[in-house]
């Protein structure tokens, strides 16, 4: 069974520092990797998934199979940026997502 | 193109009550999922369907909790009798599967703005 973990329930940041929000899985197939974010009084949305190697919002992820890790990172905290992200896994041919408990970040002026 | 729309927002029983939650995907979104969000959890798989076929129930408590997808499009998902236990945010969310999901960004899940439930 695939597993996702996020070890911090809570992360603080002044504005215009670096970010890295963790995320480890275990899953021993191929997994595709997620990370999903919701802004105060928005519905869940895709951030971005390991298989598009894009930069979303400054944010970016790179999948780490030795590590089994997908930290998210961006060089350069906004304020905008304060969310609750969701780090999520599915398997090859099935959709369905398996998420980790989140990690609320907050980013201080 | 519209979103997925899901009723009520709130509700508020007591235990032993019932309840139904309505779930509308995007339009030709051939598979739907129910997720159940407790406080400070993530979201958690309730069942899957696959146009009105059920996929995965697995993590469904299916003493009290059933889901239905009749005509493939429209979903419902029914708690009877509640717990307490049950309160959480109850979320819907469509996908569409394609050979191609880099290019079209498919294959992703939308969500819905979930359902608020509070048993007392």
């Known amino acids: 069974a695939q597993r996702v973990t996020q070890p911090e329930k809570l992360l603080s940041v002044f504005k215009g520092a670096p970010v890295e929000l963790k995320c480890n899985y275990s899953?021993?197939?191929?997994?595709?990797l997620f990370w999903y974010v919701q802004y105060s009084r928005q519905r869940l949305q895709l951030l971005l998934r390991?298989?598009s190697r894009e930069s979303i919002k400054g944010f970016t992820a790179d999948l780490n199979k030795g590590e089994t890790s997908f930290h998210l990172k961006k060089p350069f905290a906004q304020e905008e940026d304060s969310a609750m992200y969701y780090c999520?896994?599915?398997?090859?041919?099935?959709?369905?997502?398996?998420f980790g408990t989140g990690t609320r970040l907050t980013i201080i002026p | 193109e519209a979103g997925v729309a899901q009723s009520p927002r709130y509700k508020i029983i007591e235990k032993r009550q019932s309840v139904a939650f309505w779930c509308n995907p995007i339009?030709?979104?051939?598979?739907l999922y129910w997720y159940q969000q407790i406080l400070g959890q993530g979201p958690k798989l309730l069942i899957q369907?696959?146009?009105?076929?059920?996929?995965?129930d697995s993590q469904l408590p299916k003493d009290r909790f059933s889901a239905e997808r009749l005509k493939g499009v429209d979903s419902t998902l029914k708690i009877q009798p509640a717990k307490l236990e049950d309160s959480a945010v109850y979320l819907c969310?469509?996908?569409?599967?394609?050979?191609?999901?880099?290019?079209?960004?498919?294959?992703?899940?939308?969500f819905g703005a979930g359902s608020r439930l509070t048993v007392l």
């Open positions: 390991h298989i």
């Open positions: 369907f696959q146009n009105n076929g059920v996929v995965d």
């Open positions: 899953y021993s197939g191929s997994p595709e």
């Open positions: 999520a896994l599915s398997t090859l041919g099935n959709e369905k997502l398996t």
């Open positions: 969310a469509s996908s569409t599967r394609t050979a191609r999901p880099i290019l079209s960004g498919a294959n992703v899940l939308t």
């Open positions: 339009s030709g979104h051939a598979t």
